[in-house]
């Protein structure tokens, strides 16, 4: 009895294994049913119980274009960082940079909320007007001049990624902006002939991204999450149809991806070291952002 029930066992597996589905069932045979389109299923009897030793085989979306690579803050091997230096020297298709508002609301490329760090003021960006931020320079041991080390602007930013042929990733810090300041980035894109296809508005703040995402449907825009899961998923989807989402690529897996790809958003990867570039690619990630681009 038990060879003949396992002979039918074998014939169904065969037929929903050349159909790459998976084999969901109990104690009873027949209370079998194909569950999905990407797994294999294998089962074998003891006793009159199926034991089920099944693994998932996802099955890659596939991409129109290569993994591209994107300088983190611009070329911070050879200039500090978000620098214009570094923006200039940049490699890859596109360079990524922080921006904050000054105290006239004015946008200005930082990362931290203080000018403590790079450069050789002190206090928040945010308490500075535009011209006050013009007393200070970043701080660097390279050779460069007064002028290259200046506080960058976004405009300043923008025109660099325009003569260079860069792809402009914005990060937007400050979560307070208003609708009209978030606006007003749209414009400077748009000032200086930017693509759509060419432009990512990315940021850790989910109703910042909501509210700049509605101003202009066409530009691609993307969460930064720290992993990827249903949530952070149904939010990038809101954000339009060029959408993505960017995480920390040591929690990034071939089924993430394939998830978030699934749901028709883009992938980025951050912030990623040049000894695990061809394992973070194997992946079929859209972007990879890193430091290290020689």
């Not at 200039?88 to 946008?107: C, F, N, S, V, Y």
């Not at 930017?194 to 850790?204: K, L, P």
Request: proline share 2%.
């Amino acid at each position: 009895m038990k060879k003949i029930l396992l002979s039918g066992l074998l014939v169904v597996l065969a037929i929903v294994a050349s159909s790459n589905g998976t084999i969901v069932g109990g104690k009873d045979p027949k209370s079998m049913v194909v569950e999905t389109a990407t797994a294999t299923a294998y089962r074998k009897f003891e006793g009159n119980k199926m034991m089920r030793l099944a693994y998932t085989k996802e099955e890659p979306a596939k991409k129109s274009v290569p993994t591209r690579y994107v300088n983190h803050r611009g070329n911070t091997m050879k200039a500090p960082e978000n620098s214009l230096p570094a923006f200039k020297k940049a490699k890859g298709t596109a360079i990524e940079t922080d921006i904050r508002l000054t105290a006239d609301r004015q946008w200005v490329v930082m990362h931290d909320s203080t000018i403590d760090r790079t450069t050789t003021g002190k206090g928040r960006v945010k308490d500075y007007t535009v011209d006050q931020l013009k007393d200070f320079k970043i701080n660097t041991t390279m050779n460069f001049t007064k002028k290259e080390l200046k506080i960058p602007t976004l405009e300043d930013f923008l025109k660099i990624c325009q003569q260079t042929g860069k792809s402009p990733f914005i990060e937007i810090k400050d979560k307070s902006a208003s609708v009209e300041e978030l606006n007003e980035i749209i414009n400077l894109l748009n000032k200086y002939g930017f693509g759509t296809s060419a432009v990512r508005v990315i940021s850790f703040h989910y109703k910042t991204l909501r509210k700049i995402s509605k101003l202009n449907t066409n530009y691609s825009y993307y969460l930064l999450v720290k992993d990827i899961d249903k949530k952070t998923i149904k939010q990038a989807r809101k954000l339009g149809e060029n959408a993505g989402i960017n995480t920390d690529y040591l929690n990034l897996n071939k089924t993430k991806v394939n998830q978030a790809h699934k749901a028709g958003l883009e992938v980025g990867a951050y912030t990623v070291l040049n000894n695990d570039f061809l394992k973070v690619v194997a992946l079929n990630v859209d972007y990879i952002t890193t430091d290290q681009m020689k």
